[in-house]
């Protein structure tokens, strides 16, 4: 019997990291946590050892990378950086990125975000 792998989804979810994040002047400045949720698509038939695949870390040391590299105003530019930073490994064929912000309508809702899928062309 064939068995053929049409794609590997590898994920990383409740990611918690801290960034200097929003356009209001309350957050200029200020470090607030983001919950974040990574899912990649990487053929990994026949996957044994860890460098047959992707290593969940590189996603953990993506997005600490962004979230410290300076402020960002929106929510959709730094899930597009980290879908991005995931597409960099030439396996990933597609990155969804969902990034939520907990304190964003606090104590109204639990969360706001935004959630991003890039494909490789």
Request: proline share 3%; with cysteine.
């Amino acid at each position: 019997m064939a068995i053929r792998t049409v794609m590997t989804k590898i994920f990383v979810t409740g990611l918690k990291v801290q960034a200097e994040i929003g356009v209001y002047k309350h957050e200029i400045g200020r470090v607030q946590p983001l919950v974040v949720d990574v899912e990649l698509d990487v053929p990994t038939a026949g996957a044994e050892r860890l460098s047959d695949t992707l290593n969940y870390e590189t996603i953990l040391g993506a997005a600490r990378e962004i979230a410290g590299g300076g402020h960002i105003e929106l929510v959709e530019a730094f899930a597009e950086r980290l879908a991005r930073a995931c597409l960099a490994d030439e396996r990933v064929t597609q990155a969804r990125v969902r990034v939520e912000k907990p304190l964003a309508l606090a104590p109204d809702a639990v969360a706001a975000g935004v959630e991003i899928t890039l494909t490789r062309n």
